[in-house]
């Protein structure tokens, strides 16, 4: 069955940066994309941006564009979020979703990784 | 991109029906047949329920249905059991490789 399995919990000061992993595993991996999504403490769901594993093209939301980068990993069928210049109102739990290209959705999801941003 | 606008919460009594209401622009739901909802219970990772505005995942309850007319989508959910306590998110293409999710609904189930 599919399975989206993402790196522990980070803590991280101000300023440094954070890459979360997301290992895919039970279908074709290039056939997708992969879709990063952040929820902070008691709030809602952010879509961070769009990667495709098939080429590589990514989509960036207007909100991260300049501090985030997507990439995969196709040997070892891993989405990878990097995140620059953390702020203290990024700390939140960072999702990956694999994303349906005709359809447009989510339809697996990793577990979740926390990430603590504080001095 | 503005998020798309839910409720904040809704609640009903077991065995009734309630419906959560997601509007958008005509940038995002009202040009895209392509709004998805999802449930999340706390702690836990969402979980996609519809997709295509109205399509349900292959073996999910027909207890979840979606609907949408122009710029405003909608989740009713029939039947209310106690386990659909949850918060829902509706989501929306907006193009060019854009997604924008709603502000979320907590439901509660009385």
């Known amino acids: 069955q599919v399975q989206l399995v993402q790196s522990g919990v980070e803590v991280k000061k101000p300023g440094a940066s954070l890459k979360v992993s997301c290992k895919a595993s039970?279908?074709?991996?290039?056939?997708?994309?992969f879709s990063w999504v952040r929820q902070a403490p008691g709030q809602g769901l952010e879509w961070m941006g769009w990667?495709?594993?098939?080429?590589?093209?990514?989509n960036y939301a207007q909100n991260f564009q300049g501090r985030v980068t997507l990439t995969t990993d196709t040997s070892t069928t891993t989405a990878y979020m990097e995140l620059r210049s953390l702020r203290s109102d990024d700390t939140a739990v960072y999702y990956c979703?694999?994303?349906?290209?005709?359809?447009?959705?989510?339809?697996?999801w990793g577990q979740g990784t926390l990430v603590s941003v504080s001095s | 991109q503005s998020a798309l606008t839910q409720p904040a919460s809704v609640s009903g009594s077991p065995g009734q029906s309630i419906t959560i209401s997601c509007t958008g622009t005509?940038?995002?739901?009202?040009?895209?047949?392509?709004v998805s909802w999802y449930q999340q219970h706390p702690g836990k990772a969402p979980k996609l329920m519809i997709y295509e505005v109205s399509e349900r995942p292959s073996g999910f309850s027909d207890r979840f249905s979606g609907s949408k007319s122009g710029n405003t989508a909608s989740l009713t959910i029939s039947g209310l059991q106690a386990d659909d306590e949850a918060d829902y998110y509706c989501?929306?293409?907006?193009?060019?490789?854009?997604?924008?999710f709603g502000g979320g609904t907590k439901l509660t189930v009385l």
């Open positions: 005509s940038s995002d739901v009202g040009t895209y047949n392509l």
């Open positions: 989501c929306s293409y907006a193009g060019s490789n854009n997604w924008v």
């Open positions: 990667i495709s594993a098939y080429n590589g093209h990514t």
């Open positions: 039970g279908d074709t991996f290039t056939i997708y994309g």
């Open positions: 979703a694999r994303t349906i290209a005709a359809s447009r959705h989510f339809d697996y």
